[in-house]
């Protein structure tokens, strides 16, 4: 009923009105070197505060997270993705940190204390209470958009509060997933056919300016953004 | 807010124009907001093509809202959302009631929404016993203080940060001047235990794709993520002019917004949700419901000259640029939308007769539409509120041959000067004996709040004439 009538209202709003075209929109020409890329990221994802880690090999990005652990707290309690690279990091950046705790986020079923006969409701508050109590959640970026300094989180197969209840976010992404702008990132991902119910767009730490437009970092959101960009070793 | 009260605003505009407090306020946050704004766009490469572009793509987008609504609507159900439609505030009012009744819900928390200002959303659910809390930190501090938000992006640009640190004190028992960090720190405390309780989240939709029904919600804080995340259900309010086309029309939306709004390149948070969590993700709600909403808009809609402002993004910048704004704050609109934009939607979406004075709340300098990130004409279409206004209204016989009178001297270059000359004669009188100008009350009620100008000793053209004799080059 109201559907109806809104929609005819929409229609006889329009009789007389002219479409006009789609703009074309502007398309990076080729895609710039890695090197190029590299370098945007880092300068625009720093004026947001992000900090920004460019190492070379696993290794490197192991010893990135583990500093990032051990100035957090003396036994940081962390969450992870279960994503190939931020479990791999995480797993070896834990077992390095003294007292660090890790739980990867891969399966309600793993949630601790969990009773087979629970509700999954209750299995996922639980999930969630995991995740609200870390004081680190590693991530993995599915892309970078080199431009504004943006990541961009996929959520299949993850729990989205890994990037938002901790304080502390650390992504890790390989660096063959810098791209140049947003455009490319979002055309990127249609192709891929995702069907996440949600894609997160990433710029820096959680802000506000709602006082005498004062900035102030860390809201509702983590207070500390890392991003660990990893480079293959140069051979 | 409740039901709108625009219609005593020259009241409020005339005692907030007195407000010098109110002023320093307003100054401090929208011209440091005007600053990064021309900062940012002065380092965006071709920025004016892209505001070209962006503009096209919400003109492509209004004029083919027909096919696009349905379009969202079959996408974002195929998604495993379910749409919902309302014809005016009652109705999108009902429908979220409904929906939290009937899974009973006690506590929503709420991420910033303009519609939900507009159709006093909160209203409806206090009345049926339901919770609703403000997340974003600007909104929580206007629900804490009991005020409406006074600004589309800054809710609460009329408060300094010694009265939210009173305000704090007083509700939530924080020490007197805290710090904005300590402020923060505090709504974040609060605020977290809400975000866990909370049976529902409401958000609002910034942009929405046809394409691919990907609902956009852009923000800074991370409580419009809490809300769309944590909850069991999610429910976005959305007028209908929020569709584009195509997912690739995102990018340039999102490129103009956040640097219109707050002077960045993007900000914290885009969310783009499709629907309700899939069985292979470990959170977000199990229900999402998009409420698209008409309240007026349709008559934008059917308005050829007014259409264009459904292009608005709500972006705020008209607010921070106007002269008008900036010495009455936005309360005095009395309406969700203030400043240049809401003085030119107000009219068509609560009926002109109730904010006839609302269009004359400009000095049509023309900086909003300088601002504008998609180049609304907002001059233009107050000019033609006046005209409608004005035609509406049978002109008086004194007024007409005023008028006559004016247009027979303006054409005649003898009368004008001669015109031109009593007039200084005239003032020149009046500024040595002030009490004269007393004697004539439309000058009376002019000089309430102003200065007379002091007409200078030679006229222009004058001035002009004896340069060009001067250099007869003209130089
Ligand atoms: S009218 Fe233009 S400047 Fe004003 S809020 Fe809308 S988009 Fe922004």
Redesign the pocket.
């Known amino acids: 009923m109201a559907r109806k009538t809104v929609l005819d209202a929409v229609r006889d709003a329009l009789a007389d009105a002219v479409v006009p075209p789609l703009p074309r929109l502007a398309r990076a020409s080729a895609a710039p070197d890695r090197h190029v890329l590299a370098a945007r990221f880092a300068r625009e994802a720093g004026t947001v505060g992000t900090i920004v880690h460019e190492v070379e090999g696993l290794g490197a990005a192991i010893s990135a997270v583990a500093a990032v652990l051990a100035a957090t707290a003396t036994s940081p309690r962390v969450v992870a993705w279960p994503t190939p690279l931020a479990r791999t990091v995480a797993t070896a950046a834990v077992a390095a940190t003294p007292g660090a705790s890790l739980h990867i986020v891969d399966d309600a079923a793993t949630a601790p204390g969990r009773d087979p006969a629970d509700d999954l409701a209750a299995v996922r508050a639980a999930t969630t209470d995991v995740i609200a109590a870390a004081d680190v959640g590693i991530t993995e970026a599915e892309y970078l958009v080199a431009d504004s300094g943006t990541l961009v989180l996929r959520a299949a197969g993850r729990a989205r509060g890994v990037s938002l209840l901790p304080p502390v976010h650390v992504a890790v992404v390989a660096c063959d997933r810098l791209v140049a702008d947003l455009g490319a990132a979002l055309a990127h991902l249609r192709a891929t056919g995702a069907r996440d119910s949600c894609i997160t767009l990433v710029t820096g730490p959680s802000r506000t300016a709602d006082i005498e437009k004062k900035l102030v970092v860390g809201v509702h959101g983590p207070c500390t953004l890392h991003v660990v960009l990893l480079a293959p070793p140069e051979a | 807010m409740a039901a709108p009260a625009a219609d005593d605003f020259r009241a409020r505009a005339a005692a907030a124009a007195g407000d010098a407090a109110l002023h320093r306020k307003l100054d401090v946050a929208s011209l440091r907001f005007l600053d990064e704004r021309a900062q940012v766009f002065a380092a965006l490469p071709d920025a004016e093509a892209r505001r070209d572009r962006a503009r096209a793509v919400k003109a492509h987008a209004i004029a083919s809202l027909a096919t696009l609504l349905p379009q969202l609507e079959q996408r974002f159900t195929a998604n495993g959302g379910v749409v919902h439609w309302a014809r005016d505030a009652a109705e999108a009012c009902a429908i979220v009631l409904d929906i939290a009744t009937r899974a009973g819900v006690r506590l929503v928390v709420k991420g910033k929404s303009m519609v939900s200002e507009e159709i006093a959303l909160n209203a409806a659910l206090a009345a049926a016993d339901i919770e609703a809390v403000e997340t974003d930190l600007g909104e929580y501090i206007v629900q804490l203080a009991g005020e409406p938000p006074s600004h ?1 992006i800054t809710p609460a640009i009329h408060l300094s940060q010694d009265d939210v640190a009173d305000l704090f004190a007083r509700r939530l028992g924080e020490p007197r001047h805290a710090t904005a960090e300590a402020l923060t720190a505090a709504a974040r405390r609060v605020l977290r235990t809400k975000f866990r309780a909370a049976g529902m989240g409401v958000t609002g939709v910034n942009f929405a794709s046809a394409e691919s029904g990907a609902l956009v919600v852009v923000e800074n804080e991370g409580n419009g993520r809490m809300a769309l995340t944590l909850p069991r259900i999610h429910v976005a309010l959305m007028g209908i002019e929020k569709v584009v086309a195509r997912d690739e029309d995102l990018a340039p939306m999102l490129e103009l ?1 956040p640097r ?2 707050t002077g960045q390149s993007l900000t914290s948070y885009v969310s783009l949700v499709t629907g309700p969590r899939r069985p292979d993700e470990m959170d977000g709600p199990d229900e999402v419901h998009l409420v698209v909403l008409d309240n007026g808009r349709t008559r934008l809609l059917a308005d050829p000259i007014m259409r264009e ?1 459904l ?9 921070n ?1 106007c002269p008008v704004y900036r010495r009455i704050g936005g309360h005095a609109y009395g309406y969700a939308y203030s ?3 809401g003085a ?1 939607i107000a009219p068509a979406l609560l009926g002109v007769e109730r904010v006839a004075d609302l269009p004359y709340a400009s000095t049509l300098c023309g900086a ?1 539409r300088d ?6 004409d ?1 001059p233009h279409l107050l000019l033609e509120w006046r005209a409608r206004i004005a035609a509406a209204v049978p002109r008086s016989w004194g007024e007409r041959l005023l008028v006559r009178a004016w247009r027979t001297i303006a054409a005649s270059p003898p009368l004008y000067h001669v015109a031109t000359g009593a007039m200084r004669a005239a003032f020149a009188v009046v500024a040595h004996v002030p009490a004269l100008a007393a004697l004539l009350p439309p000058l009376a009620a002019w000089r309430r709040g102003r200065e007379l100008p002091t007409f200078a000793t030679r006229p222009f053209h004058r001035r002009w004439r004896e340069r060009r004799v001067a250099s007869p080059d003209g130089a």
């Open positions: 589309i917004l219109s709004a402002a292009y608005c993004l709500r972006c705020g910048a008209c607010l640029a400043g240049p934009i030119v909003c601002v504008c990130p998609v180049r609304i907002i």
